[in-house]
């Protein structure tokens, strides 16, 4: 007897064959296996914009085999990823294999253990339609909102332009906080705090008020008055507050705040991210242990945890910290109201597979990605931090100032895991003992000039955390959404912090005229419950699509027929046609700047433009400059700008010379003048 067990990632496959034992085959997919078509539309407008899915062109020979392995096999069990695009994959699978409608075939699990996995084999069930409906009507429309108004876009502003349902709106988000920068006006405020003393002890008092009312100097004069009346006099400690605060766990990770921690904590970059929680997940090489997974599930919005994962937690919290280090009941964490609450957090799957253990078998991004996970979950199910504090009311003459300490009295779940603060943290100290009515000097008074900030830019940490809060796309596509602002260079980096680039603000300038009752956070946060109601409740998705195409096409046909654009005129040249004498002009195209005629029909010349290229030295066989390019993997050459007469290039730039010893050309490594064949260095 044999089943087939298929999947999506081949990364899985040799973890589950571990688990699945002998009487087992296990098949993955390598993600989709129909879509819509890549060079057409792909919906049937009249039927209610059915789509034509059609068989993936690189799939056709694994198809081939999958149908052979699922006619040989005795039960065929599929176990693609369990979210709704992991349901919509079941979905095509079942339908190419033409498997009934509802045939118990599916089976999911949160986590690739084989006690999940053995479980999950006793209860499949036919695929959940609602599921793949809400699937669906997502790929279509974001296929209406790509294959409609990015010609648009392409048409008004510049060749090779997108636009996306979710990641229009997350630009206008960056546009947005960019244009609240640069409106911002700074407003002067000065901080005064005495520095006072108490026996060997010196500790910060702030100004906090002027005859009892709130007060911060909005000059140097006012600040002046302040420092000039406090300046040696007398200190009275007025009153003194006492309290004890708790600072409760964290919840464990959901996919938007494991990616907003691993930026903050980590320095890992959405990508990265991304690469490296799929991998803890689909299983990784650990010494001893074979390929085993690590985490949960990584695609969730759901603090939600299985009850034994829970128990395990707590108890291996006892064990490494002591029982005052776990709370009497299990901590339970609220998830938010529009979230899917798919599957459970993410978290480690064994928690005596602690990030030590494995450290020598991880990349170090894994071992980044993979502490922070274990640590999160740890803590998560650890009593609350608890700390002393102390605030004293300090006067002189009429002005009033405040003093703060804080102490931890008990370490609680900040034993395993420390909360992101900020890059500007709090600054606390502990106070030495006070008694109210004492008298105390001030060993000096400090005034700083400060002005108020505008807000910040966002980071992708922080947009992922805003387009949550927010309520636009899913934890499956905040990755994806982020990147390709970056990779159409709508946005670009200023260390952490996403800057939005002319051609990005053109874009949302755009659209915002156009398009603004649909590309905007509101109406894209509505779209998203629309579809959860698909998955939830069953609505007709098909209603859902021509709602938004009714509404939708009216501001196509406004914006396509408007002469309104954001183009770029063609700009003179000096340089001239070679073919006809007219002057030259510097076009945008498909591929980038071009030259082309400005006697364009007549004349169809184009040229190469080079101008926009950085020179980088001289080309050792003609002469001409050296430019330096881009490959389409990204990786820098050198070439010279007398190509396609001149083919010369190097992956070094060149000086222009030729070695002494062999004639070959000199080029640049490591700072050095080498020649590029021979042994032959520059003294």
Same mark, same amino acid.
């Given at each position: 007897m044999?089943?087939l067990v298929i #999947?999506?990632?081949?990364?899985?496959?040799e973890?589950?064959?571990? &688990?699945?034992g002998k009487g &087992?085959d296990v098949?993955?997919t390598?993600g989709?296996?129909?879509?819509?078509?890549q060079?057409?539309y792909?919906l049937?407008i009249?039927?209610?914009?059915?789509?034509?899915?059609q068989?993936m062109?690189d799939?056709k020979?694994?198809i081939?085999?999958?149908?052979?392995?699922?006619n040989?096999?005795?039960?065929?069990?599929?176990?693609?990823?369990?979210d709704?695009e992991g349901?919509?994959?079941s979905?095509?699978?079942s339908?190419?294999?033409?498997?009934p409608?509802?045939k118990?075939?599916?089976?999911e699990f949160?986590?690739?253990?084989?006690?999940?996995?053995?479980?999950?084999l006793t209860?499949?069930?036919?695929?959940? =339609?609602?599921l793949?409906?809400?699937?669906?009507?997502?790929r279509?429309l974001?296929?209406?909102?790509g294959y409609k108004?990015s010609?648009i876009?392409?048409?008004k502003?510049?060749?090779?332009?997108s636009?996306g349902r979710?990641?229009?709106v997350a630009?206008?988000?960056?546009?947005d906080r960019?244009?609240?920068?640069e409106?911002?006006?700074p407003?002067?405020?000065w901080?005064?705090?005495a520095?006072l003393?108490?026996d060997?002890?010196?500790?910060?008092?702030s100004?906090?008020k002027?005859n009892g009312?709130?007060?911060v100097p909005k000059?140097?004069?006012e600040?002046l008055?302040?420092?000039s009346?406090v300046?040696n006099?007398?200190?009275?400690?007025?009153?003194i507050?006492?309290?004890?605060?708790?600072?409760h766990a964290?919840?464990p990770?959901?996919?938007?705040t494991m990616q907003?921690?691993?930026?903050n904590k980590a320095g890992l970059?959405?990508?990265?991210?991304?690469?490296?929680?799929?991998?803890l997940y689909?299983?990784?090489e650990?010494a001893?242990?074979?390929?085993?997974a690590?985490?949960t599930?990584i695609r969730?919005d759901s603090t939600?945890?299985?009850q034994d994962a829970?128990?395990?937690?707590r108890?291996?919290a006892?064990k490494v910290?002591?029982?005052?280090?776990v709370?009497e009941k299990?901590?339970i964490?609220?998830?938010?109201?529009n979230?899917q609450d798919?599957?459970?957090?993410?978290r480690?799957?064994?928690m005596?597979?602690?990030?030590?253990?494995?450290?020598?078998? =991880?990349?170090?991004d894994?071992?980044?990605?993979y502490?922070?996970?274990?640590?999160?979950?740890l803590?998560?199910?650890?009593?609350?931090?608890? &700390?002393?504090n102390?605030?004293?009311?300090i006067?002189c003459?009429?002005y009033n100032?405040k003093?703060?300490?804080?102490?931890q009295e008990f370490?609680g779940?900040t034993?395993a895991y420390?909360?992101?603060?900020?890059?500007e943290k709090?600054?606390i100290?502990?106070?030495?003992?006070l008694a109210?009515g004492?008298?105390?000097?001030?060993?000096?008074?400090?005034?700083?000039?400060k002005?108020?900030k505008?807000?910040?830019r966002?980071?992708?940490?922080?947009?992922?955390?805003?387009m949550?809060?927010k309520?636009i796309g899913?934890?499956?596509t905040y990755?994806?959404?982020i990147m390709? =602002?970056?990779?159409?260079e709508y946005?670009s980096k200023?260390g952490k912090?996403?800057?939005?680039?002319?051609?990005?603000?053109k874009?949302?300038e &755009?659209?915002?005229?156009f398009?603004?009752s649909? #590309?905007?956070?509101?109406?894209?946060a509505?779209?998203?419950?629309?579809?959860?109601d698909i998955?939830?409740?069953g609505e007709?998705w098909?209603?859902v699509?021509e709602?938004?195409?009714?509404?939708?096409s009216k501001?196509?046909s406004t914006?396509?027929?408007?002469?309104?654009s954001?183009?770029e005129?063609?700009?003179?040249?000096?340089?001239?046609?070679d073919?006809c004498?007219?002057k030259?002009l510097?076009?945008d195209g498909k591929?980038?700047k071009f030259?082309g005629c400005?006697?364009?029909p007549?004349c169809?010349?184009?040229?190469?433009y080079?101008?926009e290229?950085?020179?980088?030295g001289?080309?050792p066989d003609?002469?001409?400059?050296?430019?330096?390019?881009?490959?389409?993997?990204?990786?820098?050459?050198f070439s010279?700008?007398?190509y396609?007469?001149?083919?010369?290039?190097?992956?070094?730039?060149?000086t222009?010379e030729?070695?002494p010893?062999?004639g070959?050309?000199i080029i640049i490594?490591?700072k050095?003048?080498?020649?590029?064949?021979c042994d032959?260095?520059?003294?």
């Amino acid at each position: 007897m044999l089943d087939l067990v298929i #999947i999506e990632a081949p990364a899985k496959r040799e973890t589950l064959k571990k &688990y699945l034992g002998k009487g &087992y085959d296990v098949f993955a997919t390598k993600g989709h296996i129909r879509d819509l078509p890549q060079k057409s539309y792909g919906l049937d407008i009249k039927n209610h914009f059915e789509p034509i899915y059609q068989i993936m062109p690189d799939k056709k020979e694994l198809i081939n085999e999958l149908k052979s392995k699922a006619n040989q096999a005795d039960n065929v069990f599929i176990a693609t990823d369990p979210d709704r695009e992991g349901e919509a994959i079941s979905w095509h699978i079942s339908n190419v294999l033409g498997l009934p409608a509802d045939k118990k075939c599916r089976i999911e699990f949160n986590e690739i253990s084989q006690k999940a996995v053995q479980n999950a084999l006793t209860k499949p069930r036919a695929i959940d =339609l609602n599921l793949v409906n809400a699937q669906q009507a997502r790929r279509v429309l974001d296929r209406i909102v790509g294959y409609k108004l990015s010609p648009i876009l392409c048409k008004k502003i510049k060749p090779r332009l997108s636009a996306g349902r979710v990641q229009s709106v997350a630009l206008k988000l960056i546009v947005d906080r960019e244009r609240e920068i640069e409106a911002f006006i700074p407003e002067e405020y000065w901080n005064i705090f005495a520095l006072l003393q108490k026996d060997k002890d010196i500790f910060k008092a702030s100004l906090e008020k002027k005859n009892g009312k709130k007060f911060v100097p909005k000059n140097k004069d006012e600040a002046l008055a302040v420092t000039s009346a406090v300046k040696n006099q007398t200190f009275f400690v007025k009153n003194i507050k006492r309290s004890s605060t708790k600072s409760h766990a964290p919840a464990p990770f959901t996919t938007s705040t494991m990616q907003q921690d691993a930026l903050n904590k980590a320095g890992l970059s959405i990508k990265r991210t991304t690469q490296s929680a799929q991998q803890l997940y689909e299983g990784v090489e650990i010494a001893g242990e074979g390929k085993i997974a690590l985490i949960t599930y990584i695609r969730t919005d759901s603090t939600r945890v299985s009850q034994d994962a829970q128990n395990a937690c707590r108890e291996y919290a006892r064990k490494v910290y002591g029982d005052k280090f776990v709370p009497e009941k299990p901590n339970i964490y609220a998830t938010k109201q529009n979230a899917q609450d798919a599957h459970e957090a993410i978290r480690p799957i064994n928690m005596n597979m602690t990030p030590e253990k494995v450290k020598a078998s =991880l990349t170090p991004d894994n071992f980044k990605l993979y502490k922070l996970i274990y640590e999160r979950f740890l803590a998560s199910q650890m009593s609350d931090a608890i &700390y002393s504090n102390v605030t004293a009311s300090i006067d002189c003459q009429e002005y009033n100032f405040k003093a703060v300490g804080k102490t931890q009295e008990f370490a609680g779940y900040t034993a395993a895991y420390r909360e992101y603060e900020g890059d500007e943290k709090q600054e606390i100290s502990k106070l030495p003992p006070l008694a109210e009515g004492e008298e105390l000097l001030a060993n000096d008074i400090k005034a700083e000039q400060k002005f108020t900030k505008p807000p910040a830019r966002y980071t992708e940490a922080s947009l992922v955390k805003a387009m949550e809060e927010k309520g636009i796309g899913r934890p499956a596509t905040y990755a994806a959404t982020i990147m390709v =602002l970056s990779a159409r260079e709508y946005v670009s980096k200023d260390g952490k912090q996403l800057v939005p680039t002319e051609l990005g603000r053109k874009v949302v300038e &755009y659209l915002e005229k156009f398009f603004s009752s649909v #590309i905007n956070v509101k109406f894209t946060a509505h779209m998203e419950q629309r579809l959860d109601d698909i998955a939830n409740e069953g609505e007709d998705w098909h209603e859902v699509v021509e709602s938004f195409w009714n509404g939708f096409s009216k501001l196509l046909s406004t914006s396509d027929s408007s002469g309104y654009s954001l183009r770029e005129e063609p700009v003179e040249t000096d340089v001239i046609c070679d073919k006809c004498g007219h002057k030259m002009l510097l076009r945008d195209g498909k591929f980038g700047k071009f030259l082309g005629c400005s006697n364009f029909p007549k004349c169809r010349n184009i040229l190469p433009y080079q101008n926009e290229q950085k020179v980088v030295g001289k080309c050792p066989d003609c002469g001409k400059d050296l430019i330096a390019r881009k490959s389409k993997k990204g990786k820098t050459f050198f070439s010279c700008s007398g190509y396609p007469d001149c083919k010369f290039m190097s992956w070094y730039p060149t000086t222009g010379e030729k070695c002494p010893n062999c004639g070959s050309p000199i080029i640049i490594k490591f700072k050095q003048k080498i020649c590029s064949s021979c042994d032959y260095k520059e003294i």
